[in-house]
């Protein structure tokens, strides 16, 4: 814990890490080396982590990257960060992400720029940016991310590193501060599939009070078959993740990594996910909709920031958010609202929902014929700083591979499979079947 949090200090540059505090990860180290002395055998019993700034603990500040939750100290840890703890890990701190997890490079934290240790003129991806730093910087050997399209599986592609999001349901939501309750998800970000592997079995598990859509599936051991031979996998290929869109030199690393799995003993199908480009349409109807019921408890009465300065309830209300949420909260917040108002709710949330159901099919339709799905985790490798900070469709269109999985809400993963331009990572999605993570982790080591 030491060594890490001596590396986060010398790296504060790279923008990681929101919130650190050495007397609490001490006293956690300090306490799990008492579980060790006591022969307990936890899983974790002392690895050092770090969570992503949207679950909520009790001894650190939780903001969710948001000014709206400055300073804000939760009474309760997230069932994940508790089960960690359970586990044996040692907190390092908070992770920088974008607010309320809406983005894809970080730049919409309302605290600080994470750079891309790779090269630092270059986002990290988002909205689990600190974490993917944290981890590929080696300033945590793990930490938490959270994924509603892509947030999980893009910043580790940009960052070399491996993330698992698992199937929805499968990690409890209780203490995840809410973007779109029907897409968000729990999952790992570290170095390797095994790493992973480790952490998702502490982090799942059913929750039935406290998170409702918490399924009835208890936890696995992830790590048991990563071994496994690849003699005879069916890796479907999506024909619509390699159209025009996709950058050639992340085509490049793809191909050889589905090359290195024929070699493995795989086989190559491809398959077809037709509704993959209204995907993007679909996301951002849903997932906005969503997100501006969940930001509706931020009134400046329950919790987090409140004007200093106001008239009646409403003004307090008003200047209270316009305060403290940031332009693409505002921005998601007004189309939500629009998608769900009288006489729009027919014409696009409905309609999304209805496109939502036809692609989840679709996958059903394609894992006939495959048991995996592989393909790029994003079109292009990590952008420069500031290149689409004023293009929020720039940013929305290049969550293309990513959205699909999360609307059919099944398991996906980045692994890393080579570099693009500029010497910048690249990483290979992988989709599994709805509870098909240990067969992901398994495909994922097997390349590692
Ligand atoms: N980039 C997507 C968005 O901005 C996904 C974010 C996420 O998965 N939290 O909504």
Redesign the pocket.
């Known amino acids: 814990a030491r060594h890490f949090l001596a590396r986060a200090k010398s790296h504060q540059s790279l923008g990681a890490y929101l919130a650190v505090d050495e007397e609490v990860t001490l006293a956690q180290a300090r306490a799990a080396d008492q579980r060790i002395a006591a022969g307990e055998a936890a899983p974790l019993l002392g690895v050092p982590l770090a969570h992503k700034d949207i679950f909520v603990t009790r001894d650190f500040p939780s903001t969710a990257g948001s000014k709206m939750l400055d300073g804000y100290r939760s009474p309760f840890d997230a069932t994940v960060v508790a089960r960690l703890a359970q586990a044996g890990a040692v907190s390092l701190g908070k992770l920088n992400c ?1 607010e309320f ?4 490079s970080n730049e919409n934290s309302a605290y600080r720029m994470a750079r891309n240790p790779w090269d630092p003129q270059r986002i990290p991806g ?3 940016g600190g974490s993917a730093v944290a981890v590929a910087a080696r300033l945590a050997p793990a930490a938490t991310g ?7 599986r ?1 910043p580790a592609s940009f960052c070399g590193i491996t993330g698992i999001k698992p199937t929805y349901g499968r990690a409890s939501r209780y203490g995840m501060v809410a ?1 779109a309750s029907s ?2 998800q729990a999952g790992p970000m570290a170095r390797t599939a095994e790493d992973c592997a480790l952490l998702l079995s502490a982090m799942c598990g059913p929750d039935p009070d406290r998170d409702s859509t918490s399924l009835d599936v208890p936890a696995e051991d992830f790590a048991r078959s990563l071994n496994e031979s690849l003699e005879g996998l069916r890796i479907g290929v999506p024909r619509e993740f390699f159209g025009a869109g996709l950058a050639p030199d992340v085509r490049a690393a793809i191909d050889a990594a589905l090359q290195e799995y024929r070699r493995l003993g795989a086989s190559l199908v491809e398959i077809s996910l037709p509704r993959t480009e209204l995907s993007i349409p679909v ?2 109807i849903i ?1 906005p909709a969503e997100a501006s019921s969940n930001l509706s408890r931020y009134d400046g009465v329950k919790f987090g920031h409140r004007a200093k300065q106001y008239g009646d309830l409403g003004d307090m209300y008003q200047k209270t958010r316009a305060e403290g949420f940031g332009d693409e909260v505002k921005r998601r917040i007004m189309v939500g609202t629009y998608v769900l108002s009288h006489g729009y709710y027919d014409a696009y949330y409905l309609q999304a929902q209805k496109i939502r159901r036809m692609i989840a099919d679709d996958f059903q339709q394609a894992f006939k014929s495959c048991d995996v799905i592989a393909g790029p985790a994003a079109p292009t490798v990590a952008w420069k700083l500031g290149e689409k900070a004023d293009d929020p469709v720039a ?2 269109l290049a ?1 293309i591979y ?1 959205l699909p999985g ?1 609307l059919a809400g099944l398991p996906g993963m980045s692994v890393p499979c080579g570099f693009g331009d500029g010497g910048m990572p690249v990483g290979l999605q992988l989709i599994g079947n709805y509870f098909g993570e240990a067969k992901l982790l398994n495909v994922a080591h097997r390349l590692q």
Do not use: C, K, V
Request: glycine fraction near 14%; charged fraction near 15%.
């Open positions: 974008d997890a809406m983005g894809s988002g909205s689990s959270t994924d509603t399209g892509g947030s999980i893009q973007f897409l968000d996301y951002y997932a940013n929305y969550d990513t999360s």
